[in-house]
C-alpha cells in the first residue's frame, strides 16, 4: 500500500521541490540576516551617530542613525506595534514556507523572513529597552530616508512578491494537477 499525503496528491515530486523551496527560503534569509546583523554590527562600532562617510561621493554614503520609528521615522512613539507586526509577519511566513513551490517565490519569501528578522532584532535587544529599540539604519543616498540591509531585503522581497502575483506566478502547486 502507497503512502498517501498531500504533497503527494499535489503533483508528482512536489514532495522535494517543496524541501527545496523550503531550504532556499531559509538559506537566504539566514544569509540577509546574517548581512543585516553584521553590517550594523560594523557600523556601531566603527561609525560615531551622525556623522556621514562618503562612499560614492554625492550618490551613496553611511550615516549612523537610530530609528525608533518605520520608514521615515513614522510612530517613533508607537515602538512596541513595529515589534509586533515584525514578529506577526515572520510567523505568517513560516508557517506558509511548507506550501511553497517555486524558487522565486522561496527567494522572495526568504528576502522578507530574513529582513524582517534582523529588524526585529534590533527592536527586541537594542537600546532604549526590550520591545521598544531603536533600528540601526546607516545606508543614505540623495532625497531619501536612512535604511540598512534588512529593509533592502523587505523591499526587494515584496518588490519581487508583487511581481510575482501580478504575472500570475503561483507558489504552490494546485491540487489535481
Known amino acids: 500500500m502507497t503512502e ?11 514532495s522535494r521541490v517543496g524541501r527545496r523551496c523550503l531550504v532556499i527560503s531559509l538559506l537566504v534569509a539566514a ?20 556623522r556621514q562617510y562618503p562612499v560614492i561621493p554625492g550618490l551613496l554614503w553611511w550615516e549612523h542613525i537610530r530609528n525608533s520609528g518605520a520608514a521615515f521615522s513614522l510612530g ?3 515602538t512596541w506595534v513595529f515589534t509586533i507586526v515584525m514578529a506577526v509577519v515572520i510567523v505568517a511566513i513560516l508557517w506558509n514556507l511548507r506550501r511553497v513551490r517555486d524558487p522565486l517565490w522561496a527567494l522572495a519569501l526568504g528576502l522578507v523572513l530574513g529582513g524582517a528578522a534582523g529588524n526585529l532584532t534590533d527592536r527586541l535587544f537594542r537600546e532604549p529597552s526590550f520591545a521598544h529599540g531603536h533600528v540601526v539604519d546607516f545606508i543614505a543616498v540623495p532625497r531619501f530616508a536612512i535604511f540598512n540591509v534588512a529593509d533592502c531585503g523587505v523591499v526587494v522581497g515584496v518588490v519581487l512578491i508583487l511581481v ?14
Open 4 to 14: 498517501h499525503t498531500p504533497d503527494a496528491a499535489a503533483a508528482p515530486g512536489t
Open 164 to 177: 510575482l502575483i501580478m504575472t500570475n506566478r503561483q507558489m504552490e502547486v494546485p491540487r489535481g494537477r
Open 31 to 50: 544569509a540577509w540576516y546574517a548581512a543585516d546583523q553584521l553590517s550594523k554590527l560594523w557600523v556601531v562600532e566603527n561609525l560615531p551617530i551622525g
Open 76 to 78: 517613533s512613539n508607537v
